[in-house]
């Protein structure tokens, strides 16, 4: 059982940074692979992020490649997503989700997830 609790969201402008955090107790979070997915209003939750449970292999929507950027710290248990230049059609909740072993990109396939963290962002 891996329970996941994410932070960082809130209100800023366009072209502006967020960091969000996602920290996760539990046993074996070495073991899981992680990703960030974001819902916004009316909309079916997508995909935004992954990483491997090394932090070796990382992958992004091509909606945030280049402006967002996923890490992990194994020792403190955390998920990262740093968030740059962002728009606001990046508005909506972004969620923390664990998979034992590989992450996909489909949000159903996730094992475990977070109650999210909203970002809204202003033009």
């Known amino acids: 059982q891996v329970q996941l609790v994410e932070s960082g969201g809130g209100l800023v402008q366009a072209g502006g940074s967020l960091r969000l955090s996602c920290a996760a107790s539990?046993?074996?979070?070495?073991?899981?692979?992680m990703g960030w997915f974001r819902q916004a209003p009316g909309k079916e939750r997508e995909f935004v992020a992954r990483?491997?449970?090394?932090?070796?292999?990382?992958s992004y929507a091509d909606s945030v490649k280049g402006r967002f950027t996923i890490s992990r710290d194994n020792v403190k248990n955390t998920v990262y997503l740093q968030m740059n230049s962002l728009k606001p059609e990046d508005t909506a909740v972004y969620y923390c989700?664990?998979?034992?072993?590989?992450?996909?990109?489909?949000?159903?396939?996730?094992?475990?997830w977070g109650k999210g963290t909203l970002v809204t962002v202003s033009s």
């Open positions: 539990g046993r074996s979070f070495s073991s899981y692979g």
């Open positions: 989700a664990a998979k034992f072993g590989n992450v996909n990109t489909n949000p159903h396939g996730m094992d475990y």
């Open positions: 990483i491997s449970w090394s932090g070796g292999s990382t």
